[in-house]
Structures are given as C-alpha cells and as structure tokens.
C-alpha cells in the first residue's frame, strides 16, 4: 500500500496538516510519500491519494486545482480523499466549504472531503491579504485541531487495512 499525501500551502500552515496526516498513516504501518502538487508528475505509483489545499476567498489554491486537471484520470481509478484548510475563529468563519469543492470531489470521485480549521499569521500576509483579512474582521492565531486531522488520517488507515473496498469501487 502506497499513499500520495499532497496539498497546496500558501504560508504553509496546510502543508503542516498534510505532514500530519503522512505521520499518522506511516504509524500505522503504510508507506507515504508528502510532497506539493507542484512536485508530483504522476499519481500512478501510488495506490491511493489524499489531496488539500488551503482555502482562499473561498477557492483552492491553483497549484491544487491544476493538480486535479492534470492527473484527473489516475485520481478517478484509485481511492482519494480531500480536505480543505482555512477557516478561522471561534466558531471558524467561514463556514461554508469552498465553492469548488464539488466539482473538484466529483472530478476525483473522492470518498470524503472534511474541512479542518486553519491559521492566520498576519505577519506572513502580503498587504493583499492583510487587507482582506481586515476588511473581514478575520481572526488571528492557530485555530487547527491536531486530533481532528489525526482522527480523519486513523480513519483512512483503518479503511486502506480492511477490505480494500475502496479500491474496487474505482477499478471498473
């Protein structure tokens, strides 16, 4: 069992989730590979994919959505799951999940797609971005559950060690 975990970080905080979700797996005896979209030439010599991105303005990132376009073939024949990184606060605005999220989870056939709460550093924003998160009254500080993503990796895992169900899903 071999297992893509990719995701687009603007600031890094995402890829930080996405290291996380490789340790999780690799604790539980599968072999992971971590590496951005942008390094990744082909999901062929992997058995399944969990592919991210931090959410801006409501949309993955490029490099995420790219990736999708680019091995859309590969990612419908094997099991993927999705998540989202970016709300924050207390409750974590916004709520809803990123507008492209379905077209992007209907292209992939993804099994799931969960959406974990993010982290803003104002210091690592460009004046751009500062001055949407102000406009927006957006709440600094790290907001991410680590037993939230660690949860959701246990979960992958207890689900690529069964049956393989998921593979025979998407092999047809």
């Known amino acids: 069992m071999r297992v893509l975990v990719t995701a687009a970080s603007r600031h890094g905080s995402t890829a930080e989730i996405a290291a996380k979700l490789g340790e999780v797996l690799t604790a539980a005896g599968i ?12 999901v062929d010599p992997y058995d399944s994919v969990i592919l991210g991105s931090g959410v801006y303005a409501g949309r993955w990132l490029a490099s ?27 409750p974590a605005k916004p709520a809803a999940d990123p507008v492209d999220v379905d077209a992007i989870r209907t292209r992939t056939s993804a099994l799931d797609h969960r959406v974990f709460t993010g982290k803003l550093d104002r210091q690592k924003l460009g004046f751009g971005e500062r001055a949407i ?16 993503v660690a949860g ?13 169900a998921p593979l025979a899903e998407h092999v047809g």
């Open 31 to 42: 072999h992971v590979d971590v590496h951005p979209p942008v390094e990744v030439t082909s």
């Open 64 to 90: 995420a959505r790219e990736f999708v376009e680019r091995e859309a073939k590969g990612l419908a024949v094997r099991p993927v799951w999705l998540f989202s990184s970016g709300p924050v606060g207390d």
């Open 133 to 148: 998160v102000l406009a927006v009254h957006a709440a600094e500080g790290d907001f991410r559950s680590w037993d939230d």
């Open 152 to 164: 959701w990796a246990s979960g992958i895992a207890e689900t690529l060690k069964s049956d393989q």
